[in-house]
């Protein structure tokens, strides 16, 4: 059984930094990518950052620039940095892990999410 845990969230002012962390444990065959995805109150859950296991990384439009998201092969991690945070960055972060658990079965697992608040 995969699992996903996620710390770092909390309360900051704009224009503040705030780091995420993800790990995952559990029968990971082969991992394809891991990702966060956030969710506000009242919208969909949106991808904000991604990164594959051939280390090519990709971010929404809203954060490119200020999100850079990283990985430990190592610990089956992955990072996410934010800094220059505004207002409209405040939502329920998930961390995001899509992997095969054996040479044929794949799925995509969650985190149970961590809130990151934005505000003065």
């Known amino acids: 059984q995969v699992q996903l845990v996620e710390s770092g969230g909390g309360l900051v002012q704009p224009g503040g930094s705030l780091g995420l962390s993800c790990a995952a444990s559990?029968?990971?065959?082969?991992?394809?990518?891991m990702g966060w995805y956030r969710q506000a109150p009242g919208k969909e859950r949106e991808l904000v950052a991604l990164?594959?296991?051939?280390?090519?990384?990709d971010y929404a439009n809203s954060v490119r620039g200020r999100f850079t998201i990283s990985r430990d092969n190592a610990k089956n991690a992955v990072y996410l940095q934010m800094s220059s945070l505004k207002p409209e960055d405040t939502a329920v972060y998930y961390c995001?892990?899509?992997?095969?658990?054996?040479?044929?079965?794949?799925?995509?697992?969650w985190g149970q999410g961590t809130q990151v608040t934005v505000s003065s």
């Open positions: 559990g029968a990971i065959f082969h991992w394809v990518s």
């Open positions: 995001n892990l899509r992997a095969y658990v054996d040479p044929k079965n794949w799925g995509d697992y």
């Open positions: 990164i594959t296991s051939g280390h090519s990384t």
